[in-house]
């Protein structure tokens, strides 16, 4: 019964997320004409989008490379190859339900290389941490190049600079809630010894200090430069990614740097919006982005859905082939330890 709602619960939030992404997509492209989409579509040079899927490529690739980074201080040593396709798997499992892809990852190391979920988990918030501060940063890069850029966007749509307000308004709820956490955990030491009888605790317990292991393993890196390199590589990659594509299309294809440095974080913030894969949300931030940048709303339409849906069809193509390699991978290098060891035991009979 209890896998039954959650699997209930799952597919309740599958449609409700999709529903919401679809309607913020309906919301952007109701008023287009499809025939002049199809027309716009044609002259699209889609060589710019392959290599855009070359960056794309290599992103996720280092950002496996970063993941083993943080997982070999904690004494396990995952293969590169099944780390890259665990985070394949994770994009495609986010299009289905927003950040839950961030435990499939976990989930397909821990079945194929046996690292501890609640350890990884620890690495995957330590992780998302450099990526948020990343974006920081990239934002603060933009307000002092391009300060007229943002407030012009606030002033052309001004229910998100309304939600934004209100969010900064709320901000102490968050707050009280965080303070509120830290003083129960606190409570719960000093009673610690009337309480680590019950099984609860001794599972909260050892939550806890797995992920406080993985939190510490930013620590004990013996190349923390190696850890910022690969974060500022993927970001840079994410800025390939978008600007490569402004060649692709006419009326995009004189922007410079700048709107694309633009369009990446604007765009950010509308994949943290909670719908798969940013539908709907990043389509409308790069399109009022663009428009402050002189390209016209429609074509600013055109230029996010070749970006986004190109991007998504590719998350959804290497998803697909990271479940069909990872067992037949596994499977293989399987094989080859247990002929190695029958090679080697051979050997020591001869």
């Not at 990852?105 to 995957?124: M, N, S």
Request: proline share 3%; charged share 15%; aromatic share 14%.
């Amino acid at each position: 019964i209890k896998e039954m709602k959650s699997k209930w619960m799952n597919f309740g939030k599958f449609f409700l997320f999709l529903g919401v992404g679809l309607f913020l997509f309906w919301l952007v492209y109701r008023d287009m004409d499809f025939t002049v989409l199809m027309v716009e579509l044609k002259k699209v040079n889609y060589w710019w989008i392959l290599l855009a899927a070359v960056f794309s490529i290599l992103s996720h690739y280092s950002r496996a490379l970063r993941w083993n980074l943080l997982i070999h201080p904690m004494g396990y040593k995952p293969r590169s190859f099944n780390t890259f396709l665990s985070i394949l798997v994770m994009y495609i499992t986010n299009l289905a339900i927003p950040r839950s892809g961030e435990v499939a990852r976990c989930a397909v190391l821990k079945k194929y290389e046996k690292v501890p979920l609640t350890q990884l988990v620890g690495t995957v918030v330590v992780e998302r941490s450099a990526d948020f501060v990343m974006l920081l940063v990239l934002m603060l890069l933009l307000i002092m190049t391009q300060l007229g850029v943002v407030m012009q966007f606030m002033q052309n749509n001004p229910a998100v600079n309304t939600k934004l307000s209100a969010l900064l308004n709320y901000s102490w709820v968050f707050l009280l809630a965080f303070l509120g956490g830290v003083l129960f955990l606190i409570l719960l030491y000093n009673q610690r010894h009337h309480v680590r009888h019950l099984g609860v605790y001794g599972r909260f317990k050892e939550f806890v200090l797995n992920l406080k292991e993985g939190f510490v393993s930013i620590i004990n890196l013996n190349n923390k430069w190696e850890f910022i390199g690969h974060t500022v590589f993927i970001w840079f990659m994410y800025f390939l990614m978008s600007y490569v594509v402004f060649f692709a299309y006419g009326p995009t294809a004189n922007l410079g740097i700048m709107a694309g440095l633009a369009v990446l974080v604007m765009g950010g913030f509308g994949m943290v919006a909670p719908v798969q894969g940013g539908i709907g949300a990043w389509h409308f931030m790069a399109m009022e982005t663009l428009f402050i940048y002189g390209i016209a709303r429609p074509e600013g339409k055109v230029f996010a859905l070749i970006s986004h849906t190109s991007m998504t069809l590719l998350m959804v193509v290497l998803g697909v082939v990271a479940f069909a390699l990872l067992p037949l991978y596994n499977k293989v290098k399987s094989g080859d330890r247990k002929s190695t060891r029958l090679n080697s035991s051979h050997r020591i009979r001869s």
